[in-house]
């Protein structure tokens, strides 16, 4: 039996959200389904990800 999956994160997620998927990320359950596990962000400028990938970034000041 497969483990349940964790919801996908999108921009109605909040911050506890968020806390509660990567935790149960580093407990081995599998990615959310809208999460793209094959792309390195950090190889990318944000404007040059393949197909339609994004990533969100925030700098606290």
């Known amino acids: ?3 349940p999956t964790i ?3 999108g921009p109605d997620c909040n911050e506890e959200d ?3 998927s990567l ?3 580093t407990r ?5 389904g809208n999460v793209i596990d094959n792309v390195n962000p950090y190889c ?3 404007e040059n990800l393949p197909g339609k990938s994004s990533f969100c970034s ?3 000041t």
């Open 44 to 46: 990318y400028a944000p």
């Open 7 to 9: 919801p996908d994160i």
């Open 18 to 20: 968020i806390c509660i």
């Open 23 to 25: 935790e149960k990320i």
């Open 58 to 60: 925030h700098m606290r």
């Open 28 to 32: 081995g359950l599998p990615l959310p």
């Open 1 to 3: 039996m497969c483990p």
